[in-house]
């Protein structure tokens, strides 16, 4: 891939902006929302990742008919049948009883022996008026007290397989060796780059 593609990333998440600028290489340039000057709120009402990533990436593309992308992940725990899931960002909304996401999922898991979860993210590109999924998994469990500072989301209590360090206790070039968004990220770089050869 010898020219430079340009990409609006379809996300308010900051953090989310910092680790995919982070896995990028010289030839993808990518706007945040923020960077782009577009303020809007992306609702995610489907009931799977790949829907709301669809969603994201074709909003943004209606408004601004440029190339772009969105990513939607997930926390899929085993013993919650999947859950949080889709619902992620929204696990403990409108429950007092918990101060964020992160304790209601640590609540749902006390004196569960089975802690097995994966983070899973869809990627969404919308590239020459044409839509391309990605897809990205990082196995690993859910340890049952919140340790570390970094990232942001359930990365206190997600432990990677691997690893003996959440998310939270890994600087970002860490995280990236077992995140699922770098992998999902990874593959639609391949594919930039495959995309490039063939139209160059
Ligand atoms: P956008 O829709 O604007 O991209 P969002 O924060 O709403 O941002 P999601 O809909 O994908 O993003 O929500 C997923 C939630 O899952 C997110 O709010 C975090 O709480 C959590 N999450 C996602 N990726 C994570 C990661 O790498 N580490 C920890 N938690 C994560």
């Not at 983070?119 to 391309?132: A, G």
């Not at 007290?145 to 003996?164: A, C, I, K, L, T």
């Amino acid at each position: 891939m010898n020219e430079i593609i340009e990409l609006i990333f379809a996300t308010n998440n900051e953090h989310k902006v910092q680790e995919i600028k982070s896995v990028l290489g010289n030839n993808i340039k990518i706007k945040s929302l923020k960077e782009a000057g577009i303020e809007i709120d992306i609702p995610e009402p489907h009931h799977t990742l790949q829907a709301n990533a669809s969603e994201k990436s074709n909003t943004i593309h209606q408004l601004t008919n440029k190339n772009c992308f969105s990513e939607d992940t997930g926390l899929e725990v085993e013993i919650l049948n999947g859950e949080p899931g889709v619902k992620s960002a929204r696990y403990a909304e409108n429950e007092k009883q918990f101060k964020n996401n992160t304790e209601k999922l640590l609540f749902n898991l006390k004196d569960k022996t089975n802690r097995t979860a994966q983070f899973r993210t869809v990627i969404s590109l919308i590239l020459n008026n044409k839509e391309y999924f990605f897809v990205g998994v990082c196995k690993g469990n859910i340890i049952d007290e919140q340790r570390g500072n970094s990232g942001f989301g359930y990365d206190p209590v997600f432990m990677p397989n691997g690893s003996n360090k959440t998310f939270a206790e890994m600087p970002m070039e860490e995280k990236n060796l077992y995140s699922h968004r770098k992998k999902a990220m990874q593959q639609l770089i391949e594919f930039l780059s495959q995309f490039g050869k063939k139209s160059s």
